[in-house]
């Protein structure tokens, strides 16, 4: 966490005082456009470490599939080649982009919910960030359980979908609603404190780069993604082991019947039992080394298009 005073920093108002606002529609408008093409940048560059990182977070604890990262890719390139990293990619890239759009509106929203006219100070960005991942864990949730579940058929003998639509409406189909939330529970434990860093520690970051008498508009690029990465990373500061359960409630069976956990308190015993507090930082690798480049990117690509349409 930035060890930083908000009194140090140049503040934000919650709507802008330097221009004729936007009305609420056109903000929201700009938000989701510039979100869309941040869920597009995030995509590309972090998918296949979410994959390497969902497969040894999932595999099997008696009977490892890897027996470790390396092991991971090397296996998921003589099976699969290329595509086998972008498993699932249908998924994510529809999701993302859909997600980051709500994730970036919400934000927006939650900044003005929270700081209304007056200007916005450092812990602000926290709260709004924690409203925000509130509120996106909705949409998050499912578009996670789609994808988790189709990475994962690597495990099974007999694969029940091969392709994102397959997973969708086999799910949404056999289910209904109800069945494409499991996982919400964690998915909300997971959010609001990593969601709180993610926006808060980045507006810090963006914040105590920018050089005396420069403004938010005028960050080096460089700053803008660095700015990134460090709230890339702020995001699974505390909250991975959550994301370990999270994804093992994700991957189990679709029919509750079936399911070996009852949910979160459950999930957590058994996954302890079967490594202790380890077992909780399963494929914590590739998810790190993603978290840096992808979030520089979603982030960048976020600000970039935003100054473009003039909300930033």
């Given at each position: 966490?930035?060890?930083l005073?908000?009194?140090?920093?140049?503040?934000e108002?919650?709507?802008a005082?330097?221009?004729?606002?936007d009305?609420?529609?056109v903000?929201?408008?700009k938000?989701?456009?510039?979100g869309?093409?941040?869920?597009?940048g995030?995509?590309?560059?972090?998918?296949?470490?979410d994959?390497?990182?969902?497969?040894?977070?999932?595999?099997?604890?008696?009977?490892?599939?890897?027996?470790?990262l390396?092991?991971?890719v090397r296996?998921?390139?003589a099976a699969?080649?290329?595509k086998?990293?972008y498993?699932?990619?249908?998924?994510p890239?529809v999701?993302?982009?859909?997600f980051?759009?709500?994730q970036?509106a919400?934000?927006?929203e939650?900044?003005?919910?929270v700081?209304?006219?007056?200007?916005?100070?450092?812990?602000?960005?926290?709260?709004?960030?924690?409203?925000?991942?509130?509120?996106?864990?909705?949409?998050?949730?499912?578009?996670?359980?789609?994808?988790t579940?189709?990475?994962?058929?690597?495990f099974?003998?007999?694969p029940?979908?091969?392709?994102?639509?397959?997973?969708?409406?086999?799910?949404?189909?056999?289910?209904?609603?109800?069945?494409?939330y499991?996982?919400?529970?964690?998915?909300?434990?997971?959010?609001?404190?990593?969601?709180?860093?993610?926006?808060g520690v980045?507006?810090?970051?963006r914040?105590?780069?920018?050089?005396?008498?420069?403004?938010?508009?005028?960050?080096?690029?460089?700053?803008?993604?660095a700015?990134g990465?460090i709230?890339?990373?702020?995001?699974?500061?505390?909250?991975y082991?959550?994301?370990c359960i999270?994804?093992?409630?994700?991957?189990?069976?679709?029919?509750?019947k079936e399911?070996?956990?009852a949910?979160?308190?459950?999930?957590?015993?058994?996954?302890?039992?079967?490594?202790?507090i380890?077992?909780?930082?399963k494929g914590?690798?590739?998810c790190?080394?993603r978290?840096?480049p992808?979030?520089?990117?979603c982030?960048?690509?976020?600000?970039k298009t935003a100054?473009?349409?003039?909300s930033?």
């Amino acid at each position: 966490m930035l060890l930083l005073s908000s009194s140090s920093f140049p503040v934000e108002s919650g709507v802008a005082a330097t221009k004729a606002p936007d009305s609420t529609l056109v903000r929201s408008a700009k938000d989701v456009l510039a979100g869309t093409v941040a869920g597009i940048g995030i995509t590309l560059v972090g998918h296949p470490f979410d994959t390497l990182k969902v497969r040894l977070q999932t595999q099997s604890h008696t009977n490892p599939t890897y027996s470790g990262l390396g092991d991971c890719v090397r296996k998921t390139w003589a099976a699969e080649g290329a595509k086998g990293f972008y498993k699932g990619v249908a998924s994510p890239l529809v999701g993302q982009m859909v997600f980051n759009a709500v994730q970036f509106a919400a934000y927006g929203e939650a900044k003005r919910l929270v700081a209304g006219t007056r200007p916005m100070e450092l812990p602000d960005y926290f709260a709004a960030g924690a409203l925000t991942g509130f509120t996106v864990a909705f949409v998050e949730s499912p578009i996670d359980l789609f994808k988790t579940q189709l990475q994962t058929q690597v495990f099974q003998p007999k694969p029940r979908f091969t392709t994102f639509v397959g997973t969708v409406s086999h799910i949404a189909s056999t289910y209904g609603l109800r069945g494409c939330y499991q996982g919400l529970a964690p998915t909300i434990m997971r959010n609001v404190p990593a969601v709180s860093g993610y926006f808060g520690v980045y507006e810090g970051a963006r914040l105590a780069l920018l050089a005396p008498g420069q403004k938010l508009e005028e960050l080096e690029s460089w700053k803008l993604l660095a700015a990134g990465s460090i709230g890339g990373l702020a995001y699974w500061a505390v909250t991975y082991p959550i994301d370990c359960i999270k994804s093992a409630i994700q991957a189990d069976a679709c029919n509750p019947k079936e399911r070996r956990f009852a949910g979160v308190p459950d999930a957590a015993k058994q996954l302890y039992a079967e490594g202790g507090i380890p077992r909780f930082f399963k494929g914590v690798a590739p998810c790190i080394l993603r978290a840096a480049p992808a979030n520089a990117v979603c982030f960048f690509l976020y600000q970039k298009t935003a100054q473009f349409l003039g909300s930033a």
